[in-house]
């Protein structure tokens, strides 16, 4: 069995500086050799350095692709690959490579850890070892692994800032990956995506800024999908449907999810052509967007069609 270790930085690799921790370079592979001469997992251990190391709040769709592209190019030569990855934006990485990558036959495994490895205590070595083993007995996906969870990679979410127990699935869906008979990339290209949270008494006048310049909205609604039956923001659904832009709307619920049209409340978001997110998590919702958005061939079918069809489990 050889699996891949792709390390693109996060906690989980990081010292303690004058100014906090940081990523260092040595950290992950250290841990590596020490459970291989431990005799704690077996088998070939690469690994790829995503240098620079980032703290993941850095990172962008450009990133995503740049995950993506190496597991695309070694996917023939390894048996699963591992993903070492800030806890931060992890839920999204991992639900951006779902949409990403096409016909995988291999399991990957995006893990981080709460405590870097560096320090005494860490939650590191557990969700690195886990996940080093999951590379080699998972069934084909993105999955997360942590806190001796293995969790549908579309369908997490990190739900603690700082328990070891850090995240949370939605539980259902179909498996983390996207069916097809040959490997397929799907790049990323970063787009302007705006996320638009309704609150009460919020200025929804405010929204149309964000219609007239972004390349999609993402509204975070309430409950079972309700909306304020605002001026602003009935103007800039207008305007994003002139504009030929994909809203697509979650709920602010982290369980349960939304379908537009159980309260007339949420007429508003039904008779402008918003796409019912429906339980999908926040973090797969605007991935989605942006893998949408980066499609080429024809526009209007390739955004709307993938928006509104399931692509791996991200819903149910
Ligand atoms: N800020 C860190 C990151 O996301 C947090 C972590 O890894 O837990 O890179």
Redesign the pocket.
């Known amino acids: 069995m050889a699996i891949l270790l792709i390390h693109t930085?996060?906690?989980?690799g990081?010292v303690q500086t004058d100014n906090g921790?940081a990523p260092r370079k040595g950290v992950v592979e250290n841990q590596v050799k020490a459970f291989q001469s431990q005799g704690a997992v077996s088998g070939e251990i690469d690994i790829h350095l995503l240098e620079p190391l980032?703290?993941?709040?850095n990172a962008s769709p450009a990133d995503w692709s740049r995950v993506a592209d190496v597991i695309f190019e070694k996917h023939d030569t390894y048996d699963g690959f591992v993903v070492t990855?800030?806890?931060?934006?992890?839920a999204y990485t991992a639900a951006a490579l779902c949409f990403a990558l096409e016909g995988l036959t291999k399991p990957i495994i995006v893990t981080?850890?709460?405590l870097p490895l560096s320090v005494e205590g860490s939650d590191g070595d557990r969700n690195l070892l886990d996940s080093l083993l999951a590379a080699q007995s998972a069934s084909k996906g993105v999955w997360v692994q942590f806190a001796g969870q293995l969790m549908h990679g579309a369908r997490t979410r990190k739900s603690h800032s700082t328990e070891f127990d850090?995240f949370r699935v939605n539980e259902g869906g179909d498996a983390p990956v996207q069916t097809g008979a040959t490997l397929i990339n799907h790049p990323y290209n970063e787009h302007k995506v705006s996320i638009l949270a309704m609150a009460p008494g919020l200025p929804t006048d405010l929204f149309q800024y964000a219609a007239e310049n972004s390349d999609a909205l993402l509204l975070r609604v309430y409950g079972s999908g309700t909306a304020p039956e605002s001026e602003g923001l009935k103007q800039a659904l207008i305007t994003a449907k002139s504009r030929n832009i994909p809203v697509l709307a979650v709920s602010q619920c982290p369980e349960g999810g939304m379908a537009l049209g159980t309260y007339a409340a949420g007429a508003i978001l039904r008779d402008n052509g918003v796409i019912d997110g429906r339980d999908m998590t926040v973090e797969a919702a605007y991935a989605k967007l942006q893998h949408a958005l980066s499609q080429t061939g024809d526009p209007a079918r390739n955004r709307i069609g993938r928006l509104q069809d399931c692509l791996c489990g991200e819903f149910t």
């Open positions: 930085g996060g906690t989980i990081m921790f980032i703290d993941s709040a990855h800030g806890t931060d934006t992890l981080g850890a709460m850090a």
